[in-house]
């Protein structure tokens, strides 16, 4: 004889990602005056809209580029393009119904003056993110004892309904500023809580400005800035037991001054439009057969086994990293270090290790400087140093990790050699997933044999062992050792054993 229990599917939603790396160029046209010095370039890219399908995603990024230059007369300009290009991601887990997002990141930069234009090429890393859904039986109502198991839902995302908020941040304005030509912003979240119908950031905004100094001959110069922020985000049936992962993304800053510029009472107002793309993790409750008693025969019950799906636990850790760059044999000594741009940390690879994870890569930057000749003519580096950074942390599976600089320092030494020392933060993040058994099919065995018999229950306060428990009861070793299999030496609090006068199967 066989129960014949109920089935259902429960659908089963993990995050998958996938990453690609893209090409892209943008010409900077110079205009009539194309003997310029180029000094340096900065490449700036968004993702504008996501478009899924069965097995590919059209993504449409927005991609600006910067160029520093000087010019016949000795001054600088910064000079601006951007262009719009779409590209086309393949992968098995995407589908058309399945929610997906993507951000991106420039990963490096290669800038070539040809004629009247610069040539930017430049690789954007794409990070796309999918809810891969899979459909697991489960077995429900089958009359007798039920427990619950929690199985992960996780809610829907979708590029065109990221949220959006603006954040405001007053910075400290350096003195003796002439002219600001550029600037750098970049967002790290570093906590992400549920509330109810509210999701609360906290992150810092990191903002690398270039300007000109006020100085007889303007000198050019950088200084990075970081705000920090705490920031409420509305979001609908969220309560505070929900898990929570966001990813936060630099739509767009604009900068604004307050003062005059030369002076110390001027300000720098920084506002920033960011985007939020939220992934929400829903405990449900789902009934399962867990354990069975039937009181007349034993249960053989077919168990298999699902995987219950984790949202990415996100780790921000500081680091630095170092290194040195040296000039050819030819070059003039280095005069002075003017300012840094275009830093970025490449991850190449990652590698989970005992507490903690190594981290391999390249940290690139753009070092300006002047050299010791009679014209004390302005130059200019493109520095590629290669890491390795061990971090300790507390990591599971499928580590990922990006890096972001937060400043960097470059420091000539011995007149043709420049140290860099960059402080940078990692975004390690980690999923996992747990297997749960569920019992699939359940019949009946044998007959249980039972005696109505007479038996003994002894509150015993404490024992130190089988042959103690027996001399205090009366009672042999043997049949207190078949009676209660479940005993536990030795006994230091309250237990009800049970003696039967005649042994019995149950």
């Known amino acids: 004889m066989s129960f014949e229990p109920k089935c259902e599917e429960i659908v089963i939603k993990s995050l998958k990602q996938i990453s690609s790396d893209e090409n892209a160029n943008v010409i900077i046209t110079l205009g009539e005056d194309s003997k310029v010095k180029l000094v340096s370039t900065s490449v700036f890219s968004t993702v504008e809209k996501v478009v899924p399908s069965t097995k590919s995603a059209q993504i449409e990024l927005r991609i600006k580029a910067e160029a520093i230059v000087k010019n016949q007369n000795g001054e600088y300009e910064c000079l601006k393009n951007e262009n719009v290009m779409s590209v086309l991601v393949v992968n098995n887990y995407l589908d058309i119904n399945s929610p997906v997002f993507a951000v991106s990141k420039v990963k490096r930069i290669n800038s070539q003056t040809s004629g009247n234009n610069i040539n930017v090429e430049t690789v954007i890393g794409l990070s796309i993110y999918s809810v891969f859904e899979e ?7 089958v009359g007798v004892e039920n427990q619950k198991i929690i199985t992960a839902t996780l809610s829907d995302i979708v590029a065109n309904s990221t949220q959006e908020f603006n954040l405001e941040s007053e910075l400290e304005q350096p003195q003796g500023v002439k002219k600001i030509l550029t600037y750098e912003s970049d967002v790290i979240l570093q906590n992400v809580e549920a509330g109810n119908d509210l999701i609360t950031l906290v992150g810092s905004l990191n903002t690398n400005l270039v ?8 000198k050019l110069k950088n200084q990075f800035f970081s705000q920090s922020f705490s920031h409420e985000l509305l979001y609908s049936n969220l309560t505070v037991n929900d898990k929570v992962w966001t990813i936060l993304e630099l739509n767009q800053t604009k900068l604004e001054l307050e003062g005059e510029l030369n002076s ?26 867990i354990d069975a008693f039937c009181p007349d025969y034993y249960l053989n019950m077919t168990s298999c086994a699902i995987e219950n799906p984790q949202l990415p636990s996100i780790l921000i850790l500081s680091d630095r990293i170092d290194g040195s760059v040296s000039l050819s044999d030819d070059s003039p000594r280095i005069d002075r270090i003017l300012c840094v741009t275009e830093s970025n940390v490449d991850v190449e690879s990652t590698e989970a290790i005992e507490q903690g994870v190594i981290v391999k890569g390249k940290l690139s930057c753009n070092i300006v400087f002047t050299l010791d000749d009679e014209e004390c003519s302005v130059n200019s580096c493109f520095a590629v140093i290669p890491f390795e950074n061990r ?17 960097v320092d470059a420091r000539n030494k011995r007149a043709k050699e420049i140290d860099i020392i960059a402080d940078v933060e990692f975004c390690i993040s980690s999923s996992s997933s747990s297997t749960v058994n569920m019992i699939s099919n359940i019949s009946l065995g044998e007959k249980r044999k039972n005696t109505d018999c007479a038996f003994k229950i002894y509150f015993v306060d404490s024992a130190e062992d089988l042959w103690a428990l027996s001399k205090k009861l009366g009672v042999s070793s043997q049949v207190l050792s078949e009676q209660n299999p479940e005993l536990e030496f030795p006994i230091i609090e309250p237990k009800q054993i049970v003696v039967y006068q005649e042994r019995v199967i149950s």
């Open 264 to 289: 110390a009472k001027g300000t720098i107002l920084l506002s920033a439009n960011l985007m939020a793309n939220v992934l929400v993790q829903k405990d449900e409750l789902k009934p399962i057969v």
């Open 211 to 218: 300007y000109l100094t006020d100085d007889e001959v303007p």
């Open 135 to 141: 459909k697991q039986a489960c077995v429900v109502d």
């Open 391 to 407: 971090i300790k942390c507390d990591i599971e599976h499928n580590v990922t990790v990006v890096g972001k600089v937060k400043g």
